[in-house]
T-cell receptor, first 110, second 113 residues
Framework: DVKVTQSSRYLVKRTGEKVFLECVQD?????MFWYRQDPGLGLRLIYF???????EKGDIPEGYSVSREKKERFSLILESASTNQTSMYLC?????????FGSGTRLTVV | GNSVTQMEGPVTLSEEAFLTINCTYT??????LFWYVQYPGEGLQLLLK?????DKGSNKGFEATYRKETTSFHLEKGSVQVSDSAVYFC????????????FGTGTRLLVSP
């Protein structure tokens, strides 16, 4: 079965820490995405990548960066975590239509 | 730009009731339309899709018809079960080149026995 795997289900980090969220897919998909999900706001796109070493800003990139050194791995980086980055983070991959999502990482910044 | 509007929840139903979750969209051209479902503690799963006008997507008893004249893609199920309790997201993507999915805000469905 095809999979998108996010390395952690739950994370608790302190304000100011540098945080890495990892996502790996085994479907040889070109496109990968990072969203955050907040109540009442739905899913908002942070960054996406359509090829290795390529990245594009989504709707809310401020405070985040990404890295895609290999096709199967897409990392989201919070340079200096803040409490307003407490959220559920969802990674997804796609080739054309239909995204496959990971199970999500619930990040709490204290 | 492209956008999706869903009815606000929660939608609360008894088991075996009829379900409708409304979704309308704004888009240029001819987008593809999707419904995703998120069960508690999980990521999103594709439920069904339609890629052109008048197409009907269906899966697990759920159906949605792509209505270009009303720019709608309402989700329906004839008889809901407790196990259908989840958050449902309507989404669209363009059909040319690389296109991102645009999601609605989600509608929570609660089904009681």
């Amino acid at each position: 079965d095809v999979k998108v795997t996010q390395s952690s289900r739950y994370l608790v980090k302190r304000t100011g820490e540098k945080v890495f969220l990892e996502c790996v897919q085994d479907m040889d998909h070109e496109n990968m995405f990072w969203y955050r999900q907040d109540p009442g706001l739905g899913l908002r796109l942070i960054y996406f990548s359509y090829d290795v070493k390529m990245k594009e800003k989504g709707d809310i990139p401020e405070g985040y960066s990404v890295s895609r050194e290999k096709k199967e791995r897409f990392s989201l980086i919070l340079e200096s975590a803040s409490t307003n980055q407490t959220s559920m983070y969802l990674c997804a991959s796609s080739r054309d239509y239909g995204y496959t999502f990971g199970s999500g990482t619930r990040l709490t910044v204290v | 730009g492209n956008s999706v509007t869903q009815m606000e929840g929660p939608v609360t139903l008894s088991e075996e009731a009829f379900l409708t979750i409304n979704c309308t969209y704004t888009a240029t051209g001819y987008p593809s339309l999707f419904w995703y479902v998120q069960y508690p503690g999980e990521g999103l799963q594709l439920l069904l899709k339609a890629t052109k006008a008048d197409d009907k997507g269906s899966n697990k008893g759920f159906e949605a018809t792509y209505r270009k004249e009303t720019t709608s893609f309402h989700l329906e199920k004839g008889s809901v079960q407790v196990s259908d309790s989840a958050v449902y997201f309507c989404a669209l993507s363009g059909n040319t080149g690389f296109q991102k999915l645009v999601f609605g805000t989600g509608t929570r469905l609660l089904v009681s026995p």
